[in-house]
């Protein structure tokens, strides 16, 4: 059992401000290009958003944060700029994670670690060992992470625990193994740099969640920027496949979500 509910199975408690922002942080080079810089500046600007991203989000009471920092996909990029990402991330990490830890932030990574050099998978080790009491704001770094590898490694770990599985498993069952299998689904989720898609984010986890999508490129989006988002999340009407009627009706009675009977399922049916 997960201990959060599925979106799907139940009806997640819902807030005004989101418990779980997941963001594609994208439009790095575009920003250095438009300085006439290289790519790699753009980058390099894009880890200051990320630190005041995280500063923004502690103070706004967000319990997860959620970034997707380099895709499965991204291995298709320049050598040079891959070499880039990987040196930029090595130096995050040595850098960065005594400050989360000061600060009380729970530090992951969710992705394939496989193909990461030796020297970072041991430093992602540490981090999460090190922050793993900290309960502040859980911060969770996609790296060489893809929807469609979450899925099937969750596929293969449930099997390799649960070999009668082979027979016939629930959405329960397969969720527990998923990568973010410590957190609710995300409540809002954000993407900067214009384009409007999920380049494999966060399949599964992201079916029930509202969808932002801005032209400002992540090294400008701010504090103010994420204001915005949290806004426009808070004017949405979240009904998970319910009606509207049906939601006016129950903050008429000021019936707390959980007065809803859940949705039937090939469980509880
Ligand atoms: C996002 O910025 C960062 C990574 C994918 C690592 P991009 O590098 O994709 O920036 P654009 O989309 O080319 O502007
Ligand atoms: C998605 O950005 C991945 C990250 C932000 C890490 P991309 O810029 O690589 O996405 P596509 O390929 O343009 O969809
Ligand atoms: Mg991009």
């Given at each position: 059992m997960t201990l959060f509910p599925s979106s799907t199975q139940d009806i997640p408690p819902v807030g005004g401000v989101p418990r779980h922002i997941a963001i594609i942080m994208d439009g790095n080079g575009r920003w250095a290009k438009k300085r006439f810089m290289p790519r790699v500046a753009?980058?390099?600007?894009?880890?200051?958003?990320?630190?005041?991203?995280i500063g923004a989000c502690v103070e706004r009471g967000v319990a997860y944060l959620t970034l997707f920092a380099f895709s499965s996909e991204n291995w298709r990029r320049p050598k040079e700029e891959v070499n880039f990402l990987m040196q930029l991330f090595l130096r995050a990490l040595e850098e960065e994670v005594a400050k989360l830890h000061e600060n009380g932030i729970r530090f992951r990574i969710i992705g394939d670690l496989s193909r990461f050099d030796p020297q970072i998978v041991s430093l992602i080790q540490?981090?999460?060992?090190?922050?793993a009491a900290n309960a502040r704001l859980t911060l969770t770094i996609?790296?060489?992470?893809?929807?469609r590898w979450d899925i099937l490694q969750a596929i293969e770990k449930m099997l390799a625990v649960?070999?009668?599985?082979?027979?016939?498993f629930t959405e329960q069952d397969l969720a527990t193994h998923l990568a973010l299998d410590y957190g609710p689904e995300p409540d809002l989720f954000i993407r900067t740099g214009g384009e409007q898609r999920i380049s494999n984010f966060l399949l599964w986890q992201l079916a029930y969640s509202e969808f932002y999508f801005t032209d400002t490129l992540w090294p400008e989006f701010d504090a103010a920027s994420l204001d915005l988002a949290i806004e426009s999340y808070r004017r949405r009407e979240r009904r998970f496949g319910r009606t509207s009627e049906q939601l006016q009706a129950r903050s008429a009675l000021a019936l707390p979500e959980d007065a809803i009977p859940p949705v039937a399922t090939r469980e509880n049916a």
């Open positions: 753009g980058h390099r600007r894009g880890v200051e958003t990320v630190r005041e991203i540490r981090g999460e060992a090190l922050t996609a790296a060489n992470y893809g929807g649960r070999p009668d599985k082979r027979a016939g």
